[in-house]
């Protein structure tokens, strides 16, 4: 099968499509023929060696986390999934493969495609869906009234993040440019700030929640418009200061819970029309290398997917 493929921690010249042997399914997975196959900038990060010590790679590595297809074989173990059904979800933290024909995944983390959707919609919603909803529904706890910061609006978490907030009545803030303006709008912000020209610090104050998706200046910054006692919230590979800044801020870094209840729980977000797929790009597989290209400007909006079949 084709896949795309990475020999050791490297920059996007080390990656290329080659042929691999089609993966069996252990005791508890299910071979999946992959349809589509988001692309998270987690995927460049850790083959960059960005985030080693909380992910580390077998060589040679089949990329990708984010999936959507139908399931193949099935492990001996597997009574919850069967031949044929329409699965999405996100590959584990320890295993990989989904930008390929095929990739062989624990059936516990996929759950049943809603019918109204794409594959390619499918995959580009899982990763962002089960990040945002442990940050913001696990650990901030969004209610409605509360005043929410999401930086970087316009990418995959933003979006989803902004629609979730949105729905559970919160009143929403978001940075982005210029030019992405009416996509966070649509999506549901109340305010937009530009990141380019406006310092969010400026405008902004006396907020409940940040979810901080930068890391680095932008972190440090986001105390500055939280109120005494509000949490500043992030998963990103920049490591946290030794010291924070202000000692009445709670800050959390979360690990998000990789399962089929996650999944499910996102089935529910669509079906009430509470969140939806934003696909902004859509590449072959043999095209992989120059969709990886776009996510790593840091640019692009909303979701990229590789459509494999």
Known sequence: MQAL???????????????????????NDVVVEVHAAGINPIDWKVREGQMRGRFELDFPNVAGRDLSGIVMEVGKDVTSLNRGDHVFGTCPPNRWGSHAEFVAVDAGVLGIKPSDISHVEAASISLVGLTALTVLEKTAMIEPGMDVLIHAGAGGVGAFAIQYSKFCGAKVFATASEANFDFVTQLGADKVIDYRTV??????????????TMGGDTHLKSYDVLRSGGLLVGLNADPLPDEKPRGDIRVEIPLVDYDRAGVNRIVELLRVKAVRPSVSAVFALSDAIDAYKLSETTHAKGKIVLSIK
Do not use: H, W
């Open 5 to 27: 493929v990475y020999d050791e921690y490297c920059d996007l010249s080390g990656m290329r499509i080659t042929e691999v042997a089609k993966p069996k399914p252990r005791q």
């Open 199 to 212: 310092d969010f610090r400026d405008v902004l104050s006396n907020l409940d929640v940040v979810y901080d």
